[in-house]
């Protein structure tokens, strides 16, 4: 158990910035791809993660790239 809890934590920002570099239409194509399943509810799942743990920094590079906030 240990190693699997290690891969997923090393890995998990990396499934992050792919899940966010989804337009909408693209994850909803993969929902429509994995059909209903374990794949599909953890597609739903990071995304949800995603969103609640991520977003002021997703918030603040927008603002960076919009030039509304120096860095």
Avoid: W
């Avoid at 599909?40 to 609640?52: G, H, I, P, T, V």
């Amino acid at each position: 158990m240990g190693i699997k809890r290690e891969v997923d934590e090393t890995l998990r920002p990396g499934v992050y910035a792919l899940v966010d570099s989804c337009s909408d239409q693209d994850r909803q194509y993969l929902h429509t791809v994995f059909g209903e399943g374990p794949c599909r509810n953890y597609l739903a799942a990071l995304k949800q993660e995603s969103d609640l743990n991520f977003k002021y920094m997703k918030e603040r590079f927008r603002k960076i790239k919009m030039g509304k906030v120096r860095v």
